[in-house]
């Protein structure tokens, strides 16, 4: 299991009451290669589900990743903060 997999299990358990914060507010913790964020797996999934624009994330990732050595593994952590304006019909 890559460790993207395991930190979206980490931040899916909890009680299933609705009791647990919600788990977009939490950071995420990735490792991403500089200069190798892609939409694909496991990367796209992770992001796509919290509702973070992968393509967009991914071109700003790499520009600034742009200074170090291509594919040396990088920490990063990201907080979703989700608006509290839903829509209703």
């Given at each position: 299991?890559?460790?993207?997999?395991?930190?979206?299990?980490?931040?899916?358990?909890?009680?299933?009451?609705?009791s647990?914060?919600?788990?977009?507010?939490?950071?995420?913790?990735?490792?991403?290669?500089?200069?190798?964020?892609?939409?694909?797996?496991?990367?796209?999934?992770?992001?796509?589900?919290?509702?973070?624009?992968?393509?967009?994330?991914?071109?700003?990732?790499?520009?600034?990743?742009?200074?170090?050595?291509?594919?040396?593994?990088?920490?990063?952590?990201?907080?979703?903060?989700?608006?509290?304006?839903?829509?209703?019909?």
């Open positions: 299991m890559s460790k993207a997999a395991r930190a979206v299990r980490s931040i899916r358990g909890g009680p299933g009451g609705g647990a914060p919600a788990p977009s507010t939490r950071p995420l913790r990735l490792l991403i290669p500089a200069g190798g964020a892609a939409p694909g797996p496991p990367l796209g999934p992770v992001l796509g589900q919290r509702g973070v624009p992968i393509s967009a994330f991914c071109q700003d990732f790499n520009a600034r990743t742009q200074a170090v050595r291509p594919g040396v593994p990088l920490r990063v952590r990201l907080t979703v903060r989700v608006s509290s304006l839903t829509e209703t019909n």
